[in-house]
């Protein structure tokens, strides 16, 4: 399943409903959570143990002033065209906002 996450801050009920093999695109603020030393860094770290890959809207980082460099280790920065492959991966996808 790919998951949508939009809204800061990040919800453990909504990470709780992830499951191995998932994949999460962070989104608009939601990019803030994956910058090393914020407080949802913690909640991304179990998800990420759980065999998800968690992806950060490149766009969505340059545009917070936010460098990749600076993201949590695992957190990938994609364009829209790692997110339509995504999306083509993922027949199931899950807005969380």
Same mark, same amino acid.
């Given at each position: 399943?790919?998951? +949508? =996450?939009? &809204?800061?801050?990040?919800? /453990?009920?909504?990470?709780?409903? !992830?499951?191995?093999?998932?994949?999460?695109?962070? *989104?608009?603020?939601?990019?803030?959570?994956?910058?090393?030393?914020?407080?949802?860094?913690? +909640? =991304?770290? &179990?998800?990420?143990?759980? /065999?998800?890959?968690?992806?950060? !809207?490149?766009?969505?980082?340059?545009?917070?002033? *936010?460098?990749?460099?600076?993201?949590?280790?695992?957190?990938?920065?994609?364009?829209?065209?790692? =997110?339509?492959?995504?999306?083509?991966?993922?027949?199931?996808?899950?807005?969380?906002?």
């Amino acid at each position: 399943m790919l998951h +949508l =996450l939009s &809204q800061l801050p990040l919800q /453990a009920e909504v990470f709780a409903r !992830m499951a191995p093999g998932d994949d999460i695109v962070l *989104l608009d603020a939601t990019v803030c959570g994956a910058l090393r030393g914020h407080q949802d860094n913690r +909640l =991304l770290q &179990q998800v990420m143990a759980r /065999a998800c890959q968690v992806y950060a !809207m490149r766009d969505m980082v340059e545009a917070y002033g *936010l460098q990749a460099g600076r993201l949590l280790p695992g957190v990938e920065p994609i364009d829209y065209a790692g =997110l339509v492959e995504l999306t083509v991966k993922h027949p199931v996808i899950h807005s969380w906002c």
